[in-house]
């Protein structure tokens, strides 16, 4: 039996799978992972919004539940390391986590591969002088949240917030 799209879900047979369901699967055998498909059942169901909808609600979410105050504080203690010009890189990387603290979900954090050694030893230095603390802090949050199951998708934004936190220079927000 071929497989057949009604209204973003294809009907396929009970043997098929995803490499049946979409031929150019075959040529990379990792790529439904990638893929917005997913194989419920005897239905290939396709994602056309790209989760936008559910960041959007965790976004709103995270927000009203203490991710504009977290923000805010990122804001004020990146404006305040920006006074000298020594604090100017830190104090920059400081706003790029409140912005990141701000909307956290739908964003990733990668870790810039051409980075060069001035990324290492900002990064040094950003550990001496404690700024670790705030990648502890999300850890702790992190773990407290996913106790419970409802706090499962802020407890994973909060390691988010930790990965970036403790090694911020070389790191890159999409």
Known sequence: MTPYRIDGIVKASAGSSLHDLNPSLRAHPFAAKASKECLV???L????DNGSVMNFLGNIIWFLLGGFLTAMMYFIGGLAMCITIIGIPFGVQIMKLGVLALWPFGKEVRTNP?????TTAFN????IF???EIALTHLVFG???CITIIGIPLGTQHFKLAKYSMFPFGCIIR
């Open 41 to 43: 059942g005897n239905f």
């Open 114 to 118: 051409t980075s060069g050694c001035l």
């Open 143 to 145: 773990v407290i949240l």
């Open 124 to 127: 040094v230095l950003w550990i």
């Open 130 to 132: 404690g700024w670790w």
């Open 45 to 48: 169901v396709t994602s056309l």
